[in-house]
């Protein structure tokens, strides 16, 4: 405990020689000083004890905060001790260890017969993209490993299941976060990726105005984290990564070409992703990483986002409640009502994959650029941009339910009225052809949606198409028999 001065000599005392006043310090309770022997502190004596007791209390406190448990810095985890990712949502995810290790290079093996064939990393594999491509990579005998880590942006139940799927398939998702360094070093380290399909990211436009800080980690930091366990690895793979059409931002001209302005996005989850790709190029040119990024264009289809328009105006339809429809303040020249270059998934994911066939090499060695490495960005779209609203008629002939609609004006949350994609220079280097329209495509993610959340609607609707099919061709052969 520090002194406390309760009094004070009287110096008047001392002047005349009369018994001084004991200062009440505590360690000097004992001592009978007279005045003539007694030193008073200084100014500069209390100060000095002051700052000495001030450093103490500081140091005890910094103390007590570095080393309480929620400060702690997490130890390093043994090479076979499993580990709980640090940004994982709530689970029981876990890595490390021989079984762990075993798992991970299984689903990494190649199974082409040749054994010429890819060994990727697919991270956000549980996403929808990711799911879709991983899949079609094992079909035709690749080694798929995939990353995810389930957030719960939307339904984590849904991605548990598109994880069950390519489980079936023998496509390992390890539970794990992008921006988990030590993670990505464990598994550049158990299996010598000869590409990444790098598809993890915080997705949505107008979920930035709720949460920034998620699409800075998670599509900044996350894909600084990957290119760093990239540059380092041996051999260092070629990356094929996810940006997106929203780059395009504010720019007028149509349809979108690779060679337009991306430098005036509309929202923070573009602004993201035009960063992504001036993050890429450093990486492609101190490192010689081989980097390819893709703009996909409105992706829809079976085991789809709930973000996305098309599958909650489905769900909001058959429940009978209103959907919103946006219209663009017009005035310019294209159409007031939103429209999009809606792509469906299977023709993105022939374009994922023709961008991993012809990525070319990496040139890294050790860390180091050997010679230039391929750097390339391409349009991923269907070229046939269509109203919203057509959107929804089709809905509501696929669902056979009358949608409410609310017609309102788009409010300033990132969206852009239109979208169109250029798709040639794709065409010419890739050998991308989309071959699907749009009631084709929502045909199948209709069925898709009634077989998984509303079995007995898709039950009823098959039976009342067959009983009309029937019908049909009973009245076909009374036709023609009569003709």
């Not at 995939?146 to 719960?152: E, I, K, P, S, T």
């Not at 720019?251 to 960063?275: G, I, M, Q």
């Not at 046939?384 to 929804?392: A, D, E």
Request: glycine fraction near 8%; aromatic fraction near 8%; include cysteine.
């Amino acid at each position: 405990m520090a002194p406390q001065l309760t009094g004070a000599p009287s110096l008047a005392g001392a002047a005349g020689g009369a018994a001084a006043v004991k200062p009440q310090f505590h360690h000097f309770h004992h001592h009978r000083l007279a005045a003539r022997h007694h030193h008073i502190p200084s100014p500069t004596s209390l100060l000095s004890k002051l700052a000495f007791w001030s450093v103490c209390s500081l140091s005890l406190l910094l103390a007590f905060l570095l080393l309480s448990p929620s400060a702690a810095p997490t130890p390093r985890a043994a090479p076979d001790s499993p580990r709980r990712s640090l940004h994982t949502s709530p689970s029981t995810a876990t890595w490390g260890g021989a079984a762990w290790e075993k798992k991970v290079r299984a689903s990494a093996r190649v199974r082409r017969a040749n054994g010429r064939g890819l060994s990727v990393l697919v991270t956000g594999a549980a996403g929808f993209v990711g799911c879709h491509a991983a899949a079609a990579l094992r079909r035709r005998g690749d080694g798929v490993l995939g990353l995810d880590n389930f957030n719960d942006y939307y339904d984590p139940a849904l991605k548990r299941g598109r994880a069950a799927l390519l489980a079936r398939s023998g496509v390992y998702v390890v539970d794990g976060d992008i921006a988990d360094a030590e993670l990505l070093a464990k598994l550049f380290d158990v299996v010598p990726f000869t590409h990444v399909l790098h598809l993890a990211a915080q997705a949505g436009v107008r979920h930035a105005l709720v949460d920034p800080m998620s699409y800075v980690r998670t599509n900044v930091a996350g894909l600084v984290a990957l290119l760093e366990a990239a540059r380092v690895a041996d051999p260092q793979p070629a990356i094929v990564w996810a940006s997106s059409s929203s780059v395009y931002g504010l720019n007028s001209h149509v349809p979108f070409s690779e060679h337009d302005r991306t430098d005036r996005p509309a929202s923070l989850y573009a602004a993201t992703k035009k960063a992504g790709e001036e993050i890429a190029h450093v990486y492609n040119h101190i490192y010689g990483l081989s980097l390819t990024a893709l703009r996909f264009f409105t992706v829809y289809g079976p085991w789809g986002r709930p973000d996305m328009a098309y599958f909650f105006f489905t769900r909001d339809i058959l429940a009978g409640r209103p959907i919103t429809v946006y219209e663009s303040a017009g005035g310019g020249t294209h159409q007031t009502t939103i429209s999009r270059d809606f792509t469906y998934i299977d023709d993105i994911v022939k374009g994922c994959v023709g961008a991993l066939d012809t990525a070319g090499r990496s040139t890294g060695s050790g860390g180091k650029k050997r010679g230039p490495a391929p750097f390339r960005t391409y349009n991923l779209g269907n070229t046939s941009p269509l109203p919203v609203t057509q959107m929804v008629d089709l809905l509501e002939k696929l669902l056979k339910v009358k949608a409410v609609r609310r017609v309102v004006k788009m409010p300033r949350n990132g969206d852009v009225p239109y979208t169109h994609a250029n798709i040639s220079l794709a065409q010419r280097e890739l050998g991308y052809r989309p071959s699907t329209d749009l009631q084709t495509g929502l045909k199948k993610f209709v069925r898709w949606y009634l077989e998984y959340y509303m079995p007995g609607l898709a039950d009823k609707q098959k039976q009342h198409g067959s009983s009309n099919s029937k019908a049909l061709r009973g009245q076909n052969g009374s036709t023609s028999s009569t003709s």
